[in-house]
């Protein structure tokens, strides 16, 4: 049961990231969680505790990302937990998609808190998608 509630509830928190609410999905990270997130972009790099982590998925949001969970993996006792969430998102503009990655997400989770989460990524696409985001000069 505990592992049917763990994928239900990161399904419904990335609904809800993609439809611009971040918080039922910041509130399942401890407060001293740790988000790292590979490569050289403006994205990457490692986000300690829960306003960093927030700012992450406030700049997830602002940017037009939109996320999809296609399967996650359960193991472990509620105080010992690893969560595998196999994950892809797009940003589309003028009805284009302008960038599309997939993701494996790792995650140890504690009494239903994130504590540590790693994303496995093409970060050459990241880094498209910042190039992207660049306003133009002048």
Known sequence: MYKLAVRWMIRRNVRALSNGDLDP????????AVLVFPGESSWGGRHEGRPAIGEFLR????????????????????????????FSDRAVRDGHIVYEN???????????????????????????FDELLRPAPG
């Open 102 to 128: 997939r993701a494996m997400l790792y995650a140890r989770v504690r009494w239903g808190k994130i504590i540590f989460q790693e994303d496995f990524e093409d970060t050459h696409r990241v880094e498209a």
């Open 59 to 86: 700049r997830f949001v602002d940017a037009g990302l939109e996320g999809e969970v296609h399967d996650v993996v359960v193991n472990g006792p509620p105080w010992n937990t690893r969560v595998c969430v196999l």
């Open 25 to 32: 999905l910041l509130s399942s990270y401890a407060s001293d």
